[in-house]
Structure formats: C-alpha cells, structure tokens
C-alpha cells in the first residue's frame, strides 16, 4: 500500500531506514523521525509554517561561512550545546565542568610565554592578572599541560567580528611546566550580546528574549592521559548570569575578579582539575 494516514507515513519512513549499514545512523535516524513528526502532530503545523521553518534553516546556514557558524549558535541558544555537554562530559568532585565552546574559537593561536599579555595590542579595558594551576584528581601538578584562552574586547567582539582587530587579538596558548601552573595579564572580561545579525538573533527578537552572556574567559585545557576541558571562567557578581543567552553558566565557573585600587588592576586565581582519560563517570 502506498498511500498512508498520518501515523502510518511515521511508521512507513521508519521502516524504510532499516537497511541502512551502521545502526547507529539508523538508531539516531529512527528517533529523530518519531520526534519529528510527533513535533508537527503535536503543534498540528501548519503549510506555511513548515515553509516559514525551512526559510529560517535556510537563512541560517546562507549565514555560515569560515567565520561565522549561525547553526552552532541556533544551538547554542535553544539549550541543545548544553545539553550535549550535559550528556557527555559528567565531572564529579573536584574536576572542573566544562560549559559551550561557542563559535568564536580560533584553532592556531599563538604559543605564548608564562606572564604574556594576550591584551597588549587591545586599546581600553581593566589590565587583569589570571592564574593558577592545572592538576589532577589527586590535586597534583599537571606537567605541559596546554591552556588555550580566547575573550572578546572592550567593544564585546572577538578578533573575528572585528575587521579593525588585529588577527589573534586576545588569544593565546599557554604551556605549564612542573609545577602546573599558568599566568598571563589580559583585560577583565565585559558581558556582551551574541550575535544578532541574523537569523537567530530574530529569533530571540521575536521569542522576547535578550541575546547577552554573562562576562567570562574561554578555556581550552589539554594534556596528555587527561580528557580535553573546554571551558569558562564566569565573573561572579555579573548581571547576566542568571539568564545567560546559550545556558552556559555553571556555579562552579563563577570566579571572583579582584580589584586593587593601588595598582589599578584586578587578578583571578583559577585551578583547573582534568578528568583522567579512561575514568568511569
Ligand atoms: C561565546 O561565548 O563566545 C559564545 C557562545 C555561544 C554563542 C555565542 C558566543
Ligand atoms: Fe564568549
């Protein structure tokens, strides 16, 4: 029979999957259809809806290019990268949660010396010392552990959205030795607006919601025999934790930044606790 009422045709696209080789593809497959059309069922989608929905899609990813990445921050903004951190990165205990990587994340940054500034060529902002030490479960040193830290300027925008930026601007990599431990100056971290150019930024606009994030540091940890930690540092007291536009905050993550009136400058102090690879969760 080829003609099918509505539960039928979920059932018949189902079936038609079977054969596919990997059974991980057709699991995931599988589910996203039955999601899919309970979806449409449940909100008995209209025509110009589905048409409307596939405008968005389509606008979103005519918005992609090697510097922009409009689905991640669809993603990020409806809770779906968060939920995926959620699934598959359980840290207990001591070791540090990871949050969102976000779409601003530069691969190739330079490898910079203990105490460098990642700010030098920025113009404004609070001069910030961050440090700290990256170690294990046990609260040991971690050795040539690599730190790979990226923020926005004082205008809120990384290099990348910013043709007057210098290439690299506020990024850098950073190589512990044997005592583990990391500094660097930057500028503090100013909350910002994701961005709303597109058409995610319509949805947010049409969903009354606002597009910020809280102020916060982006960190890459790596080091050999420990799982990769992509995370924040939040700074405590800023207006925009509680409603963070990608859901990225986590109690642990929020830091206190702490001003010294004498030299004019602030300093957080942030350990960074890597999972062991291989460890049960
Ligand atoms: C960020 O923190 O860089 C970011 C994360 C998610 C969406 C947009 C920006
Ligand atoms: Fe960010």
Same mark, same amino acid.
């Given at each position: 029979?080829?003609?099918?009422?509505?539960?039928?045709?979920?059932?018949?696209?189902?079936?038609?999957?079977?054969?596919?080789?990997?059974?991980?593809?057709?699991? =995931?497959?599988?589910?996203?259809?039955?999601?899919?059309?309970?979806?449409?069922?449940?909100?008995?989608?209209?025509?110009?809806?589905?048409?409307?929905?596939?405008?968005?899609?389509?606008?979103?990813?005519?918005?992609?290019?090697?510097?922009?990445?409009?689905?991640?921050?669809?993603?990020?903004?409806?809770?779906?990268?968060?939920?995926?951190?959620?699934?598959?990165?359980?840290?207990?205990?001591?070791?540090?949660?990871?949050?969102?990587?976000?779409?601003?994340?530069?691969?190739?940054?330079?490898?910079?010396?203990?105490?460098?500034? =990642?700010?030098?060529?920025?113009?404004?902002?609070?001069?910030?010392?961050?440090?700290?030490?990256?170690?294990?479960?046990?609260?040991?040193? =971690?050795?040539?552990?690599?730190?790979?830290?990226?923020?926005?300027?004082?205008?809120?925008?990384?290099?990348?959205?910013?043709?007057?930026?210098?290439?690299?601007?506020?990024?850098?990599?950073?190589?512990?030795?044997?005592?583990?431990?990391?500094?660097?100056?930057? =500028?503090?971290?100013?909350?910002?607006?994701?961005?709303?150019?597109?058409?995610?930024?319509?949805?947010?606009?049409?969903?009354?919601?606002?597009?910020?994030?809280?102020?916060?540091?982006?960190?890459?940890?790596?080091?050999?025999?420990?799982?990769?930690?992509?995370?924040?540092?939040?700074?405590?007291?800023?207006?925009?934790?509680?409603?963070?536009?990608?859901?990225?905050?986590?109690?642990?993550?929020?830091?206190?930044?702490?001003?010294?009136?004498?030299?004019?400058?602030?300093?957080?102090?942030?350990?960074?606790?890597?999972?062991?690879?291989?460890?049960?969760?």
């Amino acid at each position: 029979m080829a003609q099918f009422n509505d539960e039928e045709l979920t059932k018949a696209v189902i079936n038609r999957m079977q054969g596919a080789n990997d059974p991980r593809l057709r699991e =995931i497959m599988t589910a996203l259809v039955r999601h899919l059309h309970d979806f449409a069922r449940e909100v008995k989608l209209s025509e110009a809806e589905w048409l409307a929905a596939i405008d968005f899609l389509t606008r979103t990813g005519q918005m992609c290019d090697g510097k922009r990445q409009e689905f991640i921050l669809l993603s990020d903004t409806l809770g779906l990268s968060m939920l995926v951190d959620a699934l598959n990165n359980k840290r207990e205990g001591r070791e540090t949660p990871s949050t969102v990587l976000g779409p601003f994340y530069v691969p190739g940054a330079p490898d910079l010396p203990m105490g460098a500034d =990642i700010a030098a060529n920025t113009e404004g902002g609070f001069k910030t010392s961050v440090s700290g030490r990256v170690l294990n479960g046990d609260g040991k040193p =971690i050795e040539s552990a690599v730190l790979d830290v990226w923020q926005t300027a004082p205008n809120g925008l990384y290099d990348v959205q910013d043709p007057q930026a210098p290439e690299m601007n506020l990024r850098g990599r950073f190589r512990t030795g044997s005592d583990g431990a990391y500094r660097f100056w930057t =500028i503090k971290p100013v909350s910002y607006p994701v961005p709303t150019d597109g058409p995610v930024g319509k949805m947010l606009l049409a969903l009354g919601r606002h597009p910020y994030r809280p102020a916060h540091l982006h960190f890459i940890v790596t080091a050999s025999g420990f799982e990769k930690l992509t995370t924040h540092i939040f700074v405590r007291g800023d207006r925009y934790l509680d409603s963070d536009a990608v859901f990225g905050v986590k109690d642990a993550l929020m830091m206190d930044f702490i001003d010294d009136a004498k030299s004019n400058t602030a300093a957080v102090a942030c350990d960074f606790v890597l999972k062991r690879t291989g460890q049960p969760s």
